[in-house]
């Protein structure tokens, strides 16, 4: 099943605690991308990767970290939670357009629920 | 801020009504497409229009794009309760490399 996977779904840490978040695609997606979604704000982008080895910041990329050694991962980092990093995150994937640039349907995740106390 | 707008923020219908939801931006776009949320859930991709097109179909969802206006509508039609959810509508702009989500229109079909 095509489908994106993220680790884990749900998350209670502590200020200064580094995490990771898992996100996995298995359709051999060229483009994945971290959203965080928080009441009132929408879902804001944190950082994308148009392929292996290449990231850019997107909207709110501050206190986050992330990497792209494989096609199919993209796990979101943060080295250093805080309180105003509890949020729902969302990871999406999708091919890139055959002109370039950002593909038309974006498949994501089930979501993160992280909360800093 | 590119962010777009939809109205209402909040909508609750009978079951079988129709259901309009407008999202507006400000800039020229590629695209713009729309996504539902369950509570909670992950969003699920629900049509993509083009800059260039100014109407579409999938369904019982109809999309109508106004570039002069910088808008667009979804209509969902014959509602059903399963049909609740939060509908976002999202833009990719000319040379991003990234959607930008309007805020949302939670709607609500009452049995």
């Known amino acids: 099943e095509a489908q994106v996977t993220q680790n884990p779904r749900y998350l209670i840490t502590v200020t200064g605690k580094k995490l990771t978040v898992t996100c996995s695609q298995n359709m051999n997606h060229e483009y994945m991308s971290w959203y965080r979604q928080d009441p009132g704000l929408g879902l804001r982008q944190i950082y994308y990767?148009?392929?292996?080895?290449?990231?850019d910041k997107g909207d709110v990329p501050e206190g986050y970290k992330v990497s792209r050694k494989e096609k199919r991962n993209f796990p979101l980092i943060l080295e250093s939670p805080s309180p105003n990093q509890t949020s729902l995150y969302f990871c999406a994937s999708s091919f890139p357009r055959t002109s370039g640039g950002l593909g038309e349907t974006q498949y994501f995740g089930p979501g993160t629920r992280l909360l800093v106390l | 801020s590119q962010q777009g707008e939809e109205d209402p923020q909040a909508l609750s219908i009978q079951e079988g009504e129709n259901a309009t939801m407008n999202c507006s931006y400000k800039t020229s776009i590629n695209n713009l497409q729309w996504y539902r949320q369950n509570s909670g859930r992950g969003l699920v991709h629900l049509i993509l229009i083009r800059s260039n097109e100014r109407e579409k179909h999938s369904g019982r969802l109809r999309v109508t794009l106004d570039t002069s206006k910088k808008s667009s509508s979804l209509l969902i039609t014959a509602s059903r309760a399963a049909d609740t959810a939060s509908y976002f509508c999202a833009t990719v702009f000319q040379g991003a490399q990234k959607l930008v989500f309007g805020q949302g229109t939670r709607l609500t079909i009452n049995p």
């Open positions: 990767s148009m392929n292996v080895e290449v990231t």
